[in-house]
């Protein structure tokens, strides 16, 4: 029931134009079927007749229309049904009690005026159900339009910020002091590193921000961001523990990697014994991937956590345009530790 209540409500101005029409109806009403009687028994019976359309139209609109809208279209014409025959017998009563019709014509009301009577209701029910679709037709399209023009900005956001991401600043300072600073001189290593290194810059220039991957695509991509990372710092601790047999899981690229450069940028990667932890486990329902890292301090002692930024926001952002619901994102802060967990469902 969100998509009604907090996205196809009506503003301010909405609700006034629809207090105006209202009262413009229950005018309408009295110029066609006067009401006779004391102003208090007019005052009754428009209350009666109005609120009974109100309910028509807005249980149409909040309600009907609504469950019909997600594809639950039996219950949608239950309620449909509901509010008219509802409606139908609130109408007879009014007029049969309240108005007093009998008593206005001089005898009991035959069968056939009777059945003009309510033929002339399920009109103007017809009539209210109908505007009641229209404008939810209308406010749903407006709504759709401005998610997708919503959707396709975020996208765009992520193209961009994805191909900003190839390069990490991280990665190309070390890869380039580590050139500076061994240019001329013969390292065992010095191959392995360019190799490594030109293969991660390949594999990302090929991806595409908005395409899955096989997962066994992502996870040989953090093999070897890792490996670069120790061999350009040998004093990186890392451990990266996978368990999973499904070879069908898809996910979208870099997503792990977000997780475990968040970890560098804001934690503690040089001890032994408190290593970056990468825990992966996949099946045939959901990947799962937590990273565990110490936190660091400031040089004021003041715990940098670093997870409340820009970073994360667009993180969770990328998460929402592709995955909707079918993702879990959690953080969690120990007095030492910072763990962040994401899971996402196949669907």
């Not at 220039?205 to 890792?226: F, G, H, M, P, V």
Request: glycine share 4%.
């Amino acid at each position: 029931m969100e998509i009604i209540f907090k996205r196809l409500g009506f503003s301010r101005k909405e609700l006034k134009l629809h207090v105006l029409y209202w009262a413009l109806f229950a005018v309408m009403i009295n110029i066609i079927d006067p009401v006779r009687g004391t102003w208090v028994k007019q005052c009754v019976t428009l209350v009666l007749l109005l609120g009974n359309y109100m309910m028509v139209y807005y249980g149409q609109f909040y309600l009907s229309c609504n469950y019909y809208f997600m594809n639950k279209k039996l219950i949608a014409c239950l309620i449909t049904l509901v509010l008219i025959t509802l409606s139908l017998g609130i109408d007879l009563i009014t007029i049969y009690f309240v108005i007093d019709l009998p008593t206005r014509i001089g005898h009991s009301l035959p069968p056939a005026l009777w059945g003009k009577i309510i033929l002339n209701d399920i009109v103007v029910h017809s009539i209210v159900l109908a505007l009641a679709v229209g404008t939810f037709q209308n406010k749903l399209t407006l709504w759709l339009l401005k998610e997708k023009s919503k959707r396709e900005k975020m996208l765009m956001d992520r193209q961009i910020g994805f191909y900003r991401n190839l390069f990490n600043p991280h990665i190309i300072f070390n890869f380039l002091s580590f050139c500076y600073m061994y240019a001329g001189e013969k390292k065992d290593n010095s191959g392995k590193i360019i190799e490594l290194y030109s293969d991660i810059l390949r594999t990302s220039n090929d991806w595409k921000a908005n395409e899955t991957i096989r997962l066994q695509e992502e996870i040989s991509y953090l093999q070897k961001y890792i490996q670069l990372k120790k061999l350009l710092s040998p004093s990186t601790c890392v451990q990266l523990n996978i368990m999973g047999k499904n070879n069908n899981c898809r996910i979208l690229p870099r997503l792990i990697l977000t997780q475990l450069e968040n970890a560098f940028k804001h934690g503690i990667s040089h001890e032994p014994e408190n290593p970056i932890q990468v825990n992966l486990k996949f099946d045939k329902v959901k990947i799962e991937s937590v990273v565990i890292n110490k936190i660091s301090t400031t040089k004021s002692g003041i715990i940098d956590t670093g997870r409340s930024g820009l970073g994360i926001k667009n993180f969770i952002n990328q998460l929402e345009i592709f995955y909707n619901s079918k993702f879990k994102y959690t953080v969690k802060h120990t007095d030492s530790h910072f763990i962040s967990s994401l899971i996402i469902y196949n669907s």
